[in-house]
């Protein structure tokens, strides 16, 4: 994984707007995204799981510019995820603590054409990885549906465990965490 710094709109210069692993670029979100961000929100089975159900074109732009105001509050956030093969949008992956939220969350959705290849874990790994090294956060977790299969299977392929339950807008879901690894020497960071 590589970070690239890039100036914000006020000119200054972050170390986690752009992630690079093998076969993905996370990237910050250009209005150009908005076809298929929207297309990826309004589909039902992309969105079974996501408590807020398909959403329509102006949805889905309030949604993506809630993404993007997130990393001008919190200064991080959901990326872009781009296919390096294609230069296709394929979701969005990242970091997210919206205010109440019971942690720092590594979150994925992805386009359905684009399930099935491995692309949430790698765009999940690094964005776990900037949650820790970035960032600094000692525990991350990742909010699941108990019926979302493949999000826990991606979430314990990143090392994450069942942590316990919660109830966010009325929606159980599972909690699956992951502490920061120990430095070398044995002491947890």
Not at 8 to 17: K, L, V, W, Y
Not at 132 to 148: A, M, Y
Request: net charge neutral; hydrophobic share 40%; charged share 30%.
């Amino acid at each position: 994984m590589s970070i690239t710094p890039r100036p914000d709109p006020t000119g200054r210069t972050t170390s986690m707007e752009t992630l690079e692993t093998e076969r993905l670029i996370l990237r910050q979100f250009r209005e150009e995204d908005l076809d298929a961000y929207a297309a990826m929100v309004a589909d039902p089975e992309v969105m079974r799981h996501l408590g807020s159900g398909p959403m329509d074109r102006e949805e889905a732009w309030r949604n993506m510019a809630m993404v993007v105001g997130h990393w001008r509050l919190r200064g991080f956030g959901m990326w872009a995820v781009e296919e390096k093969a294609t230069g296709a949008m394929i979701g969005r992956v990242g970091c997210w603590r919206p205010e109440g939220w019971p942690g720092l969350e590594v979150g994925w959705t992805l386009r359905r054409e684009w399930w099935g290849k491995g692309y949430a874990t790698e765009a999940g790994r690094a964005s776990l990885d900037a949650a820790f090294d970035r960032i600094g956060e000692r525990h991350v977790i990742s909010l699941i549906h108990d019926e979302n299969q493949a999000s826990i299977r991606v979430a314990r392929r990143l090392g994450m465990r069942l942590e316990g339950r919660t109830e966010l807008f009325g929606i159980a879901v599972c909690v699956y965490g992951k502490r920061r690894p120990a430095p070398t020497g044995g002491r947890e960071a």
